[in-house]
């Protein structure tokens, strides 16, 4: 029997698709091959292509998401499927399904939240393009400066993960950048992850690349951004309130020492705005303090709602 089997844990593969219809067959089979018992759900986010059809005669369950974009499809595969095991991969065959096997076990003895497949480039050279890799490697280091260390390859779609990391997931985005939230929610939990080097091949002849370099790096960029005030606001707006108070204390010291030798105040407009940019840094400053609590009260909810999963390791179960 397989290890999944074995631990009583039920494993799904969830693989999200768009006009995949030439590899989807071989990507179903070759997990079906990798984790034997395993439910394999395919989400088709409206291909045109017969992908749906295909999916299914390979013996996936297909299940249709209206609402375009892979956000959007991984907010309802994490919604609708029930298991204690998540294989999420791409429906392009770039991935290494032989690898989820270990994947699997890795997570379940060492009790892991996630485990990360990071792309080992094989092929031709073209499955991962200069300009994918260089944004990999800015945005990830971006994230790591921000969020603290702990992958390398943040913008992997292979992951195993838990059903409490998964069912504690609140899934924001509707794009590209569900990888990105993906990672900073496993960095705000402080959630137990590895990362394994799996192979990544170029996509067949004929298959497209739904992912434009530019668009999405932007996407994911603005991600990051917007990730950043919701759960650092302390540190974002404590620097603004900073910043405001040099610039009025800069600008008003001329001021004071011209009271201080004449008793007049010449540069009325300019003592007026310093007055007001510290009155600016003031409100910027209690604006971190308050935004600072409300964070810290919804990191305890989250790590409230996470714990209220029971884990799937057998062997942390028993101690």
Not at 276 to 289: E, R
């Amino acid at each position: 029997m397989t290890a999944q089997l074995k631990s009583g844990n039920r494993v799904a593969v969830i693989i999200p698709c768009y006009n995949e219809a030439l590899v989807i067959g071989e990507v179903v089979d070759s997990f079906q091959h990798a984790l034997p018992g395993a439910r394999i759900y395919i989400f088709d986010n409206n291909s045109t292509d017969g992908t749906a059809d295909k999916a299914r005669a390979a013996g996936a369950a297909v299940h249709h998401v209206n609402h375009r974009g892979k956000g959007n499809v991984v907010r309802r595969m994490f919604a609708d499927v029930e298991a204690d095991i998540y294989v999420m991969a791409d429906g392009d065959h770039t991935y290494d399904a032989a690898r989820s096997g270990e994947m699997v076990d890795l997570l379940l003895s060492r009790g892991l939240d996630m485990v990360v497949g990071t792309r080992v480039p094989v092929g031709d050279g073209a499955e991962y393009r200069p300009g994918h890799a260089f944004g990999n490697r800015l945005l990830t280091g971006m994230v790591r400066h921000v969020f603290g260390n702990g992958f390398t390859d943040m913008l992997s779609g292979y992951r195993i993960m838990s059903r409490r990391f998964v069912k504690s997931f609140p899934a924001l985005s509707k794009g590209f950048e569900i990888e990105t939230e993906l990672t900073i929610h496993a960095l705000e939990l402080r959630a137990p992850c590895a990362e394994v080097a799996t192979d990544y091949r170029s996509r067949v002849e004929g298959s497209e690349s739904k992912l434009g370099t530019v668009r999405d790096g932007l996407s994911i960029l603005k991600s990051i951004v917007r990730l950043y005030v919701r759960e650092r606001p302390r540190q974002l707006y404590l620097a603004f309130s900073l910043g405001a108070a040099i610039a009025a204390l800069l600008m008003a010291a001329p001021v004071f020492v011209e009271y201080w030798q004449t008793g007049l105040v010449p540069r009325l407009p300019t003592a007026i705005f310093a007055g007001l940019t510290m009155m600016a840094a003031l409100v910027s400053g209690a604006v971190a303090v308050i935004l600072d609590s409300v964070v810290t009260g919804r990191a305890e909810a989250k790590r409230l709602s996470y714990l209220a999963i029971p884990i799937s390791s057998p062997e942390l179960k028993d101690k």
